[in-house]
Structures are given as structure tokens and as C-alpha cells.
Nanobody, 120 residues
Framework: QVQLVESGGGLVQAGGSLRLSCAAS????????MGWYRQAPGKQRELVSA???????EYADSVKGRFTISRDNAENTVHLHMDKLKPEDTAVYYC??????????????WGKGTLVTVSS
């Protein structure tokens, strides 16, 4: 069984920083893409950032220049460093991963989410 566990959310003032982490565990052969989505109150879930196994990254326009995604393939972890946080960044952040299991079946997995609250 594969699962994703997020950590690092919390309360921070505008202009501050937070670092989110997500660890994947289970019968994993490889992880193609890992990323972060977020869902703010009253809004749909949106992609924040994603990173491939080789290190190619993608960012939503709203976070470019402020957020940085990274991953550690050996530990099956992904991180999101968030700088210059704004109140509009307030949301539940979800870890996501496209995982190939040991039997070569591919599935998309989600973490339970971690809350980030940015105060003004």
C-alpha cells in the first residue's frame, strides 16, 4: 500500500516563509512526477508546482519567483519552499504523486493535506 504524508503547514505572517514536505512510502518501484496542489476556501483545487524525477519543474503563474520545489529521489520525498507568502496563498496544500508500483501498475496518489494560513 502506498501513502503520502505531508508536513510543514502552519500559521505565518505575510512576507514570511514556510517549507512543506511530503514523503511517499510503500511498495514503490519509481515515482515519475511529484507535486503540490492547493485548495482555498470557496475555490477549486489547483496545481501549485510539480517536478519530474529528472528535475524538470513547473509552477503556477501566481507563485513563480516565490516558491521553489525540490525532491529527493532516494528518500521519495518532495519539498516546497514558500517565500514572500501572501494572504491569498492561504489554502490546504496537498501532495500528489504519480507512482509506479513494484508490479508495474501506475496510480495517482494524494496526501491528506496540510493547512497553510497567511495572516495580514
Amino acid at each position: 500500500q502506498v501513502q503520502l504524508v505531508e508536513s510543514g503547514g502552519g500559521l505565518v505572517q505575510a512576507g514570511g516563509s514556510l517549507r512543506l514536505s511530503c514523503a511517499a512510502s510503500g511498495r514503490i518501484r519509481s515515482i515519475n512526477v511529484m507535486g503540490w496542489y492547493r485548495q482555498a476556501p470557496g475555490k477549486q483545487r489547483e496545481l501549485v508546482s510539480a517536478i519530474t524525477r529528472s528535475g524538470t519543474t513547473e509552477y503556477a503563474d501566481s507563485v513563480k519567483g516565490r516558491f521553489t520545489i525540490s525532491r529527493d529521489n532516494a528518500e521519495n520525498t518532495v519539498h516546497l519552499h514558500m517565500d514572500k507568502l501572501k494572504p491569498e496563498d492561504t489554502a490546504v496544500y496537498y501532495c500528489n504523486a504519480e507512482i509506479l508500483s513494484v508490479d508495474y501498475s501506475g496510480m495517482n496518489y494524494w496526501g491528506k493535506g496540510t493547512l497553510v494560513t497567511v495572516s495580514s
